[in-house]
T-cell receptor, first 117, second 110 residues
Framework: KAGVTQTPRYLIKTRGQQVTLSCSPI?????VSWYQQTPGQGLQFLFE???????NKGNFPGRFSGRQFSNSRSEMNVSTLELGDSALYLC????????????????FGEGSRLTVL | GENVEQHPSTLSVQEGDSAVIKCTYS??????FPWYKQELGKGPQLIID???NVGEKKDQRIAVTLNKTAKHFSLHITETQPEDSAVYFC?????????WGAGTKLIIKP
């Protein structure tokens, strides 16, 4: 079955602009999480969506927002871009079911690499 | 707040030797400890995990050990191969979200 798909894979923006990134989870997965990855900072949790509701939120400013649609696809938006927003943005989906077949495993996409000039 | 410390940040080992990566967590409610491997240009992928009711788990050349009293867990890779070169992340989960370590870059020298 298809994995997690993130688009676009690469993009370049200038300071002050905004960007929207898209994530299509594995079919049947109900939870989508977003992470920011920068060299030396590891994986920084942005937020998690489940059934179109934000379930958890990391410690990022309000310029970072997201949403989830009824088909579980998710988007994240960054407004008023700053140079420090340059990073790899990773999306991960999980089953998020209470059943025994949910191991809690996160399935990551290959990421969207954002460069802010 | 909760945090996970991971050491070392970079580990270089000779091909065929063993590699050990260690993590320490702060939240005593943590009960799930996964390890993810991230190869260049790809997203992280789960390689092994352990739950708090188990002390050790093995899967071929990799193993994870957990010491709940000391709040630390380790990843052991034996007979390392070139394809083991990657960044490895540990994580710990309690009542809420996963808390991630900073990652270890594992270099396998030929």
């Amino acid at each position: 079955k298809a994995g997690v798909t993130q688009t676009p894979r690469y993009l370049i923006k200038t300071r002050g602009q905004q960007v929207t990134l898209s994530c299509s989870p594995i079919s049947g997965h109900r939870s989508v999480s977003w992470y920011q990855q920068t060299p030396g900072q590891g994986l920084q949790f942005l937020f998690e969506y489940f059934s179109e509701t934000q379930r958890n939120k990391g410690n990022f400013p309000g310029r970072f927002s997201g949403r989830q649609f009824s088909n579980s696809r998710s988007e994240m938006n960054v407004s008023t871009l700053e140079l420090g927003d340059s990073a790899l943005y990773l999306c991960a989906s999980s089953l998020a079911s209470r059943g025994r077949r949910d191991t809690g495993e996160l399935f990551f996409g290959e990421g969207s690499r954002l460069t802010v000039l | 707040g909760e945090n996970v410390e991971q050491h070392p940040s970079t580990l270089s080992v000779q091909e065929g030797d063993s590699a050990v990566i260690k993590c320490t967590y702060s939240d005593s409610a943590s009960n799930y400890f996964p390890w993810y491997k991230q190869e260049l240009g790809k997203g992280p992928q789960l390689i092994i995990d352990i739950r708090s009711n188990v002390g050790e788990k093995k899967d071929q050349r990799i193993a994870v050990t957990l010491n709940k009293t000391a709040k630390h867990f380790s990843l052991h890779i034996t007979e390392t191969q070139p394809e083991d070169s990657a960044v490895y992340f540990c994580a710990a989960k309690g009542n809420y979200q996963l808390i991630w370590g900073a990652g270890t870059k594992l270099i396998i020298k030929p």
